[in-house]
């Protein structure tokens, strides 16, 4: 895109969330869908930005909680992936083989770009664990994986190559295995809602919807604006299943060998971009929270060809915001409205306008980007006032996206109420037979009458059913939500 | 490693740097070599604390010099590396090829695993690029990249995955990317020496030794213990070779189309780690400088068993420490001189020791890695102590690296005087006839002869030779250096 091209926005993000998403994402220079290998996208920097922010902020978290950064290879051979049955067998279909090398010369063994690092890590846990005194091991990496997905893709949302975080831990006992699923539904709900203002729901998934390998699988349901339910980060508690398979034993302190209790934690960064700005966005384009904006501050002159200081104050604040914030200053030749609307755009959360009636009175405007509101601040409590702003601004998206997301779900009785509801775009709370593979089949009819999936019964609250589940009729034994998905 | 095995590390640096290199690595956990692929290995914690540390200060240096981050995908189609002749001739033999996924569905075209991102970039840039009011555009991403390397692998040094950043330019004229040079230079002077104390030389390489498709290649070497020379950063000027072949054009100020003039530099993040540990480490195990130190202070209780309250003062300093640095309490039961040992062979900066009497007066005793220097601290100056000592610690390795770097720089006019100095361990300076074509035959006597290379002159003086070429005999045309290497 050229700068002489209009960079106004005006798209309903309700209404037509599919156009309102593509167009963003290329007019904002999210990403280019044009790189030549199907499914793969260039991530640009207006988003890289963001997501850099975004990586510190879980990283940070994880590492207060005792993780350790490490890099495993990208390429894992295909006979780790054979050790663990389940896990092979859901991730073998999506694999991106290497097979040769150089003018052909073929590998002995076919090797796996990694589409998740279990089989790659737990082999060194193996190597790397002797007694409990190297327990518990948490350690994460980020990285990218690659999955050669069949569904449609979509950028950040789906991808063949995306970017995430992955933690994988191990423990002497069950017991702490188990509490660190909680540790990360807590980092999750710090680092999304906290801090990312993106609400969502974190449920345990129906035992016909785990991770390869897993004995259960915790996941954070979003809502996009379309009424359809997007996972960011899952949590895995893979008890023994892996450790058994790849040999990770210990000898415990009462000299008897066992085997590791073990958990997995993804964080997707790339998929949770889309979520945050989904969330956030409105029609004239992008919404960033504070903390994780890729440029937190603007900065447009007003009237700086004159002689009247304007552009050197402008120079000046930038300089001395630089130190704490990440500033913007727009010099180009576009009229101050076109300036504007281009940033507004591009999701800044604080435009700070000076012109030469502000130099003489020392003071600048401060229009936020979420409402819109405008304030005179005199410049040496400039410091002072961003940072209030910055907070308000998090805090006033939360809110808002808070109050939009519980009004999306909704109670539902019969198979009628719920198909109403679906096309409404809301998430279904109901009454279910069970979340184990006996009610598979039910689960079967939510996809085929409803174009629906369940998403588990919630992992933070303990609710009662009362009543039949709507698809066999039988007596529910929890509650579940129904939702449609990306 | 255990914790019960002994930590005490006692290799000579100097007189057995293969064995040294080597046993660090596994005795302080940077990286292990027994992952199943050859030439892949994993990057441990230890190491990538401090590597991550490096990414930042090479970001925040490229970022200030105008460069934004990216993320381009990690596969390339083959197609696209055959766009540019010279650079699918020289990587094209180290390229990991993607052939299949899932059950062995083939691609239609093979796709390669990124060994530099030089032809996934450009055609982007193609897109991206318009009009002058494009450029320049200063693109950089932190990325791993894979080289089916035929040389044997060590962990850090060159393996077939390593991690790097490569940051990428387009400029509307000549000077200006010749001047892209220089900053790069520059930054890795600001980087590499000011910050890591790395002593380094640029050259310009010979025109046998470029990188593939450059017009002109410039890069670091610093020296390793054993008297090689390992290449760092390199920057490369690569005129319009590429932005010919990959179409990178734009509309200038004059209304006429034009090629862009391109520049790219590589920061092997991993390789630089070798640099560093390999510089500044002794016998008694790693030494970091205090700003990339994977924990900068570690906190030794003494007799903290007892009512003395050592272990909350020790907590309380860890905790308020934390605000600021990187910090580690040991509070194992290892022996105080075994946590002495072991943390010195970690090479953690500062060791922060405080007992029952300290606890009492309210003191803590410092002791520097470097020298081993003690010093009593009253609690209330402890900050500024830190501060200042972080400082001291990396100006005197940079102090002592940079004397014993100068030292090794060495004169000579024969061939023989060159295998005697080569023999000790010396860079040699000498009269060569010239680093154009015409002079390989030169080049191949220095290899053959002396099973060293001739690295280039220097970037950033220009030396004017006097005499003639050792090797052929005609009058010299430029002061070469010729050194072994890694």
Redesign the interface.
Known sequence: M???EKTTFNIDKTKDFGSWFNEIVAKAELA?V????KG??????WS??S??EMYDLWEDELEKHGH??????????E??FKIEKEHVEGF?????????????EKFEER?G?RPTSET?MY??YA??I??Y??LPLK?YQSC?V?R?ETKATKPFIRSR?F?WIEAHDVYATQKEAEQQVIEDMEITQKCLFEQLGVPFMFFERPQWDKFAGAVKTFAADCLMPDGRVLQLPSTHYLGQNFSKAFNVKFIDKDGVEKYGWQTCYGPAISRIFAGVISTHGDNKGLVFPFSIAPKQIVIVPINFDTDSGVKDKAVELRDRLSQRYRVQLDLSDKRPGEKYYHWEMKGVPIRLEVGPRDVQKKSVVLVRRDTGAKQSVKEEELLQAIKKLGNEITENLKKKALKEFIEKITEARTIEQMEKNLGEGKIIRTNFCSLEMSSAACAEKVEKELGARVRGKRADLNEQPAGECPFCGKKAGVVAYIARQY
């Open positions: 050229t700068a002489e280019d044009r790189y030549n290998v793969f996208v260039v991530f640009q920097p890289v930005l997501m850099k350790l950064p490490a890099f495993f290879p990208a390429v894992i051979p006979s780790n073998a279909p999506e694999v991106f083989w290497i097979t040769e090398h150089g003018a052909g090797l770009l790659a082999r060194m190597l790397w002797r007694s005194n190297d350690i990218q690659w050669h190559e970017h």
